[in-house]
């Protein structure tokens, strides 16, 4: 099961990186973490496993470094470090690279070849110098891109849902009448009282009500 | 002692709890009532800190999660909002004979969570989508909705029993003679489905809302969104007929059991036989 899903992300704006809201120019792009720039939304959406390597090497000799996009089974020269590697084999679990066979050679003595986890950084010692290497497998980003200024009313229409349905269920038209008049020398109050809704619950405050009075009275 | 041992415990007081609560249908013996609610507030009370316990395990094996992320935790989770949302009727309308209706349910949910095959006790990390505080907030208002409508389907049950009884005239039959009045059952079938279909509704918002935080798009018809939105359409329409057509009584009390077999159909049905956004909840 995989832990997340993370892309690296940078907005280039007239071809330099932005610094984002945390001043950042690399922002790590999780399931749950978007990113929002100008109004515009990018969130993880999908990702596509690729057949080819990033590999990076480094001559610790003379400090050069390259890093390269390559295919598996493939000799690559690499003038500028005085070597050669190449992927010869690699171990997958569902399209997930997981651990990759180097060989490589810097032309004197047996070429090494080991198998290296995806990823990992491995340090090749070899008669002209010191070289370390990591393969990483390729993997396409899915992104979905979406530019929505109006969320805010979406949210608000569903604030004002649940209060619609607070309002129709709990509250209701309540009309409570006296009528005073008298009979045989005699003040007599008459209550009547209706409810839309709820006719239970209005029985109750009507009689509450009543009762007060009447104690009020007494 | 850890939370399995005490979810062990639970299950214990909610069947005995229902053994006392149908004792009292059937006895009419109110001291047997009383030891059905004490048992189910005990076992309400072991099942909180063995969620809490939990919670804390999931840290202590440095994933740390709330508890509510696969099957197994969600009948836990569910058992636990049914029994206290059942406490809080039987605390608020007196009507004790209900928990006959209600607490088998419960132990159904604890029961079928420890001993069905092909449910995994184990604390597993969060996969990438879960990873939110959304989480809670949706999973939450989701499952109060569930457990009052488990309520209400066990209401509607009654009241279809008492009903049968009244028509044949045996109103005076041990069994029927146990349960509270026709219209008391009605209202609070009705109040009992208020109540779920707001946390429902909220339950569908919050999900919306992390959806669109999460992916971009509110809205996927994945099973469980479609089903949820059935199910809320069921609900729907019980309220307004009851609302603009003055439905009540046994057409209403049929509602609420179909209602809860779409509960259970959104819950149950949809992690097992359909695919989805929401697939991690069968195992």
Not at chain 2, 241 to 268: C, D, E, K, P, Q
């Amino acid at each position: 099961m995989p832990k997340t899903y993370l892309s690296k992300v940078t907005v280039l704006e007239d071809g330099k990186p932005v610094t984002l809201k945390d001043g950042k120019t690399i922002h790590y792009l999780e399931v749950n973490k978007p990113l929002t720039y100008k109004g515009i939304t990018f969130y993880q959406s999908s990702y596509q496993p690729y057949p080819d390597f990033i590999v990076t090497v480094t001559n610790t000799a003379t400090g050069i470094s390259e890093t390269l996009i390559i295919p598996a089974g493939k000799q690559i020269k690499w003038q500028e470090g005085g070597a050669e590697f190449g992927i010869l084999n690699k171990e997958s679990f569902g399209e997930s690279v997981q651990r990759i066979k180097i060989w490589f050679t810097d032309r004197q003595g047996d070429p090494s070849t080991f198998w290296l986890n995806n990823a990992q950084e491995a340090i090749i010692k070899r008669p002209s110098a010191e070289y370390r290497m990591s393969v990483k497998q390729l993997y396409a980003t899915g992104l979905q891109v979406t530019k929505d200024p109006g969320v805010w009313f979406v949210y608000t229409g569903c604030g004002m849902m649940l209060l619609g349905l607070f309002v129709a269920f709990f509250m209701s038209h309540r009309k409570i009448y006296a009528f005073v008049h008298e009979e045989d020398g005699q003040t007599k109050v008459l209550f009547t009282g209706s409810a839309h809704k709820n006719k239970v619950g209005f029985e109750k405050i009507f009689t509450g009500l009543v009762d007060g009075f009447r104690k009020k009275i007494d | 002692m850890n939370s399995s041992q005490l979810f062990g415990i639970t299950t214990l007081c909610y069947l005995l709890s229902s053994v006392f609560y149908i004792g009292l249908l059937v006895f009419k013996n109110k001291k047997v009532g009383t030891i059905g609610l004490a048992l189910a507030i005990i076992g309400v009370l072991v099942q909180t800190v063995a969620l809490g316990l939990r919670w804390q395990e999931s840290y202590a094996l440095g994933i740390g999660h709330a508890p509510l992320t696969n099957m197994y935790e969600s009948l836990v989770f569910f058992s636990w909002c049914t029994t206290l949302f059942y406490i809080f009727l039987e605390y608020k309308y007196k009507a004790r004979v209900v928990g006959a209706f209600v607490m088998p349910f419960t132990v159904a949910a604890m029961a079928y969570a420890s001993f069905a095959k092909g449910i995994s006790q184990q604390i597993s990390p969060l996969i990438p989508a879960l990873q939110s505080n959304w989480l809670i907030a949706h999973v939450i208002t989701c499952f109060i909705g569930y457990g009052a409508f488990a309520v209400a389907g066990g209401l509607g049950m009654m009241y279809l029993i008492k009903k049968s009884a009244v028509n044949k005239g045996k109103e005076q039959d041990s069994l029927a003679a146990s349960l509270p009045e026709l219209r008391i059952i009605d209202d609070l079938i009705h109040k009992t489905i208020v109540f779920g279909f707001m946390w429902l509704s909220a339950g569908i918002i919050t999900g919306a809302i992390w959806a669109n935080e999460a992916w971009g798009t509110y809205w996927s018809w994945d099973p469980k969104e479609t089903w949820s939105i059935i199910t809320w359409f069921v609900y729907a329409s019980t309220l307004h007929a009851r609302f603009t057509r003055g439905w009540s009584g046994s057409r209403i009390a049929w509602l609420a059991i179909i209602g809860f077999i779409s509960v259970f159909f959104t819950y149950f049905g949809v992690n097992f036989l359909l695919s989805g956004l929401h697939s991690y909840g069968a195992s």
